[in-house]
């Protein structure tokens, strides 16, 4: 039988190998909830939920006091209808990350079942993907030397936290090109400027020569406005991430026309609101990317499975596992550089 015995929530602590520092914020350590969805017959599908509080609201502690609250929707139904499952978890709108761990556990443990890997159950468009590699903030020394080490480990596609302080951003851009000509960059600015000083960050790196696939989240989240006004004096695409977490919100982003990308992160619509996006995304013939929390490698399987899967995105900024110290790899997928395949 294909219908859910029993869930349990297992919760896990990783700490990042170097902090992470994002603008206004830095992170030493993750802590992620695994989830395990049994069958009746014993068969097992893993999720796992990275909690933000600065992007979802989300606290480990409230996460793992649904765990009751799980059981009580999806016990007893059959992963086979994995539909009607993500229909009742659509409920968790508070607990975006559970959401996706468990939708994602239902179809991995429906994988498992029928020995069908997940990414073909979402329509198996690829087998590789090529991820990206991200310079945090720091000194314009060390975000070059990151720079150098990560073109030496054969990466095409680096990502740049900026957002703190914008003339040494620029400089920081400056100093990053000149020992990483030839890869793509996507600049993040996690919220961190105002409209003014996005614009006038790009206009500035534009004037330089230098060239940028994505201008990630310059503005804070609710600034909708802001937003349209940097991308429509932006030389370069401009992407929402944190201002898009569900569907309803990047209706309204396209409807205000206020971005080229999406930046479609599990972790903050789960994988129903990530496959309704999609299609809305491509309806309207913007670009999409795909990103992560502070997932393990056991997290950002499922984002590697959904990009093979539906096989739309432009760049995949998947990298947090191999910036924490994970004692073992639990992904459904081949790391060889900055490929994943299966």
Same mark, same amino acid.
């Given at each position: 039988?294909?219908?859910?015995?029993?869930?349990?929530?297992?919760? &896990?602590?990783?700490?990042?190998?170097?902090?992470?520092?994002? /603008?206004? &914020?830095?992170?030493?350590?993750?802590? &992620?909830?695994?989830?395990?969805? +049994?069958?009746?017959?014993?068969?097992?599908?893993?999720?796992?939920?990275?909690? %933000?509080?600065?992007? &979802?609201?989300?606290?480990?502690?409230?996460?793992?006091?649904?765990?009751?609250?799980?059981?009580?929707?999806?016990?007893?139904?059959?992963?086979?209808?994995?539909?009607?499952?993500?229909?009742?978890?659509?409920?968790?709108? %508070?607990? %975006?990350?559970?959401?996706?761990?468990?939708?994602?556990?239902?179809?991995?443990?429906?994988?498992?079942?029928?020995?069908?890997?997940?990414?073909?159950?979402?329509?198996?468009?690829?087998?590789?993907?090529?991820?990206?590699?991200?310079?945090?903030?720091?000194?314009? +020394? #060390?975000?070059? #030397?990151?720079?150098?080490?990560?073109?030496?480990?054969?990466?095409?596609?680096?990502?740049?936290?900026?957002?703190?302080?914008? #003339?040494?951003?620029?400089?920081?851009?400056?100093?990053?090109?000149?020992?990483?000509?030839?890869?793509?960059?996507?600049?993040?600015?996690?919220?961190?400027?105002?409209?003014?000083? /996005?614009?006038?960050?790009?206009?500035?790196?534009?004037?330089?020569?230098?060239?940028?696939?994505?201008?990630?989240?310059?503005?804070?989240?609710?600034?909708?406005?802001?937003?349209?006004?940097?991308?429509?004096?932006?030389?370069?695409?401009? /992407?929402?991430?944190?201002?898009?977490?569900?569907?309803?919100?990047?209706?309204?982003?396209?409807? #205000?026309?206020?971005?080229?990308?999406?930046?479609?992160?599990?972790?903050?619509?789960?994988?129903?609101?990530?496959?309704?996006?999609?299609?809305?995304?491509?309806?309207?013939?913007?670009?999409?990317?795909?990103?992560?929390?502070?997932?393990?490698?056991?997290?950002?399987?499922? %984002?590697?499975?959904?990009?093979?899967?539906?096989?739309?995105?432009?760049?995949?900024?998947?990298?947090?596992?191999?910036?924490?110290?994970?004692?073992?790899?639990?992904?459904?997928?081949?790391?060889?550089?900055?490929?994943?395949?299966?």
């Amino acid at each position: 039988m294909a219908k859910i015995k029993k869930v349990e929530f297992k919760l &896990n602590t990783f700490e990042y190998i170097k902090p992470f520092h994002i /603008a206004n &914020n830095i992170t030493y350590q993750t802590e &992620n909830i695994e989830v395990i969805v +049994e069958l009746e017959n014993g068969i097992q599908g893993f999720g796992e939920a990275s909690p %933000s509080f600065r992007v &979802n609201g989300e606290r480990v502690e409230a996460l793992m006091a649904l765990k009751k609250v799980v059981q009580e929707m999806i016990v007893g139904m059959d992963v086979r209808e994995y539909r009607k499952i993500f229909e009742r978890t659509d409920s968790l709108r %508070s607990a %975006s990350s559970m959401k996706a761990a468990v939708q994602y556990a239902v179809l991995d443990a429906f994988s498992e079942e029928i020995g069908v890997p997940v990414y073909q159950l979402l329509g198996g468009a690829k087998r590789e993907v090529e991820t990206d590699y991200t310079i945090s903030i720091g000194s314009i +020394e #060390e975000r070059v #030397e990151e720079a150098k080490r990560i073109v030496d480990w054969g990466y095409r596609v680096i990502k740049i936290k900026v957002g703190e302080n914008l #003339e040494e951003d620029i400089q920081a851009m400056i100093a990053i090109h000149e020992v990483s000509k030839g890869c793509k960059y996507i600049v993040d600015a996690n919220t961190g400027y105002t409209p003014k000083e /996005a614009v006038k960050f790009v206009k500035e790196i534009y004037r330089l020569g230098i060239d940028i696939s994505i201008f990630e989240q310059p503005v804070p989240m609710t600034d909708i406005e802001g937003l349209k006004y940097v991308r429509w004096n932006s030389p370069f695409p401009v /992407a929402a991430d944190e201002s898009a977490r569900t569907k309803y919100d990047v209706m309204r982003l396209l409807k #205000e026309e206020a971005v080229d990308y999406i930046n479609i992160k599990l972790m903050k619509s789960g994988i129903s609101d990530a496959l309704a996006i999609v299609e809305i995304v491509k309806t309207a013939n913007l670009g999409l990317m795909i990103g992560c929390m502070g997932e393990s490698s056991l997290g950002v399987n499922q %984002s590697v499975h959904f990009a093979l899967g539906t096989g739309v995105f432009d760049f995949h900024d998947l990298d947090t596992p191999l910036m924490l110290k994970e004692p073992k790899f639990r992904g459904k997928y081949k790391v060889e550089g900055p490929v994943y395949k299966v």
